[in-house]
């Protein structure tokens, strides 16, 4: 009996040294192992036959014989599974020297931020600084600190979006709101634009959106005049529309500066002929625009006997809608990939 479990276990080490797979190395673990028919069970089962000295060694050695057969089953599990994970990761390697994919969809700036950001560039080669301020803000910075106190008819002009439970705040209705802020912070002299967000509580229309995009200006230093407002503003529109571009300025009134006007610029489809996008005019209204009133520089703790300044307010967004004849402002915020990707 003894050469019978030596003999299986040569067998058996030999035949798990040639399995080449899970499948076959359980179906071979079945076979000699197996609870029921396994061959080493059933050489065991012949153990309770032999005497009782015999049994002890005889069943010491089936014993040592099951160890190592299960041992080399163990380590035949493990080498099968290393050999799966090698190829799992051959598989996932990735090859870093291949060229990369032919790109086939790159994004694009909103045309709000193509405007703004030439806009921008354009402000600061002229020594003006690029500021942010609160879409959320105070009632004051928004209304009251740009002479428009509360109760002021004046506010009816630019209703918006109140903040339950919070009455002293405001969605901006215009970058206006910057002026004394900038003011505070930074003192006089000053030249600073300020692109951005604002709410008004208004029907939308083709040319009207309660969402829309603002860009201020103002400069405050010693011997500002109307002409050098004239002047910024002008290269401005010439900048944005040609060199032929005129500006027109007509008296507007604006709480918060003292004359204001209102922009106008030689509409740049018809050169001022006179078409649809003009009304005939042959002018195109992109600004307000004034001398900062006193009462806003001293909010701002300007000196009023040694500083004046100028204000100006582009709507960025009809900057945009002008620029590449965008006959509605409501493609702006649809989100409408085939609007957008033809900027
Ligand atoms: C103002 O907001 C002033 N703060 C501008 C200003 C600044 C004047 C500094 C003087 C000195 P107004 O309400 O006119 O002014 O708005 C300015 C521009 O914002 C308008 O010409 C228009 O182009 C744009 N705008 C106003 N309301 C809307 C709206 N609901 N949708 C889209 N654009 C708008």
């Avoid at 099968?80 to 996932?92: F, P, V």
């Avoid at 909103?110 to 703004?116: A, D, G, K, S, V």
């Avoid at 078409?275 to 002018?283: P, Q």
Wanted: charged share 25%; net charge neutral; proline share 4%.
């Amino acid at each position: 009996m003894q050469s019978k479990f030596e003999q299986l276990k040569t067998e058996a080490l030999l035949a798990i040294k040639s399995v080449a797979d899970k499948m076959q190395l359980e179906d071979l673990e079945n076979k000699i192992l197996g609870r029921k028919n396994g061959e080493l069970t059933n050489l065991m089962k012949g153990l309770k036959d032999l005497t009782d000295d015999a049994r002890k060694v005889v069943g010491a050695l089936a014993n040592e014989v099951k160890k190592e057969i299960e041992l080399a089953m163990e380590n035949k599990k493990n080498e099968l599974l290393m050999l799966d994970w090698s190829k799992a990761i051959e598989k996932e390697r990735l090859d870093i020297t291949q060229p990369a994919l032919p790109q086939t969809e790159s994004g694009t700036f909103h045309p709000n931020t193509i405007i703004q950001k030439d806009l921008e560039d354009f402000f600061t080669s002229m020594g003006f600084a690029v500021l942010d301020g609160p879409e959320l803000e105070s009632d004051f910075f928004n209304f009251s600190a740009v002479n428009v106190p509360e109760n002021h008819p004046a506010r009816d002009m630019q209703d918006t979006f109140y903040i339950k439970n919070h009455p002293g705040l405001v969605m901006r209705t215009h970058t206006s709101s910057m002026q004394v802020r900038a003011m505070l912070k930074q003192g006089a002299p000053l030249r600073a634009i300020v692109p951005g967000k604002c709410y008004r509580n208004e029907s939308t229309d083709p040319r009207h959106e309660h969402t829309f995009y603002q860009l201020e200006g103002f400069v405050i230093d010693e011997n500002i005049t109307l002409a050098n407002m004239k002047g910024v503003l002008e290269a401005v529109a010439k900048h944005l529309y040609g060199e032929e571009t005129q500006v027109r300025l007509r008296p507007k009134f604006y709480p918060f500066v003292e004359p204001g006007v209102n922009g106008e610029v030689t509409c740049f489809i018809c050169k001022g002929k006179g078409c649809r996008v003009c009304k005939n005019t042959g002018w195109l209204e992109i600004f307000g625009a004034g001398m900062i009133h006193p009462n806003v520089l001293k909010e701002g703790k300007v000196d009023t006997t040694k500083y004046q300044g100028f204000a100006f307010g582009f709507g960025l967004t009809r900057l945009v809608m002008l620029k590449y004849g965008i006959e509605d402002i409501r493609h702006l915020q649809s989100g409408d990939l085939k609007f957008l990707k033809q900027f």
